[in-house]
Structure formats: C-alpha cells, structure tokens
C-alpha cells in the first residue's frame, strides 16, 4: 500500500515512520509513505501557504492554490481516495480502518491554522475523517493514527494477523483481559480457566469478560 502525506511538517513524521509496526511495514515493503511539504507548492517568494479568512475573524485560512498543486502532483487523474482529516468529518473508527486498509494508494491531507480553504473540499476531497470531537492544532497526528491503524493490517505485518482480528472493535466488542507469565504476581493469580487448557472454556470465559468490559465502558456499542 502507497499512503501519500501531505503536510507543513513533514519533520514531524521521522521517527514515526521507523519504528514499530509502522517501521516494519516499511522495512518489508508492505507500506510507502510519501511525504509531500506542502510548501514546496507555494508560489510566491515567501513561500505563503496562509491568508486571511474573507469575511474577517481570527485565524489564518491554508490557500487553496498550493493545495491543489500538491494534490494534483500525486493524484493527477487517478481516482484514489483524497481523506482531509477534520473534526467536522466522519469518526475514523475500525470498521473505515478496515476500508481503507484494502486500497492501493490513498492521499493523507493535513490540515493546519483555521482551516483550508472551502473550494479545496468541494473538488478534491473524496472523505473527511475525525479521530474525536476534540481540536488538534493540525492532522499530522491524525495521519499517524490512519497510517498505523492499516499498516498492522498489510499481509505479512504482525506476527499472526489473527492478533488484529481479535482486537477491540473488528467484532463489535472491547478485547478481554489478558495474561502472562508468572501465573500469579504480588498475589494476584492468573484465572483458573486459562491454565486449564479447556480452549472451549477460555473462549467462553474470553467472550464473557469481552461483552462485561463493553457492557461497563461503552454500553453504546451494544445498543447498535
Ligand atoms: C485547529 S484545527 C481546525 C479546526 C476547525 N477550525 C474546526 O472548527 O473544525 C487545524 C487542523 O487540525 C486537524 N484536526 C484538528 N482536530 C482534528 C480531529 N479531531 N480530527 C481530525 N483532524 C483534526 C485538521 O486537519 C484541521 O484542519
């Protein structure tokens, strides 16, 4: 998968990019991530990416034309998902991970300051994706979270895929408690059952301790 980033502060990406399960993707292959500096698109001697809002208020506004420019340098006339990442869209949750992680290719835009400019979202962007209601000062984190939320799921990328398959959120429920060696730790023992070795037990007793946690902390997913 080719994820296309484009950003103010590539910078803040480096280490990012070489660590964990993101770093491993990139090391097999199974990920590229182009980092576009939006800046580079700017016209002007100044190298000026913000304006003033029309209308007046506080706050600068991205311009649309190095905006543009640098879309168009990845994207030309392919039709690849173009994601903005803002807290007015779509809560990025599991089930558009899932989505997104099945795509070729896909074009990250960060955005910076008040906002970017209207005309950009009308024409170019295909999505709008928020990771909460709350504001960031810009989408580089939000980036970060999209591009290692699919990574762990490319081919060949963790250890045993059916560790993401039986996270929090892939079945609509929270994760079980989890347990390891040494079998009991400042008096706290392991439970019983996951010593037994009974593997029709342990998934029974996991999918209890599943729906208790999901029922405690987010009774909203078993609404839906
Ligand atoms: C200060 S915020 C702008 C907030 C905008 N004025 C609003 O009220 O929706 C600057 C940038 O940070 C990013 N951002 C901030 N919070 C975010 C969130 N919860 N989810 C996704 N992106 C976010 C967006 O790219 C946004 O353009």
Known sequence: MKIDVLTLF?????????ESMVGLAIKQNALTVNLIDIRNYAY??????????YGGGAGMIMKPEPLYKAIMSVKGDR??????????????????????????????????????????????????????DYVLSGGE???MIMIDAVSRLQDNVLGDIGSALSDSHQDGLLGCPHYTRPAEFKGAKVPSVLLSG??????????????????KNRPDMLEE
């Not at 807290?87 to 558009?96: A, E, I, R, V």
């Open 10 to 18: 590539p910078r803040m990406f480096n280490n990012f990019l070489e």
């Open 44 to 53: 002007d001697k100044h190298s000026k990416v913000d304006d003033y809002p």
């Open 141 to 143: 984190l939000p980036a």
């Open 198 to 215: 009974d593997h029709k037990k342990i998934d029974r007793w996991r999918e209890k301790k599943a729906l208790e946690i999901t029922r």
């Open 79 to 132: 039709d690849i998902p173009v994601i903005y990442f803002t807290p007015q869209g779509k809560l990025l949750d599991q089930s558009t991970v899932n989505k997104y992680s099945q795509f070729d290719e896909m074009i990250l835009l960060c955005g910076h300051y008040k906002e970017i400019d209207q005309r950009i979202r009308d024409t170019l962007i295909t999505d709008e994706l928020s990771i909460g």
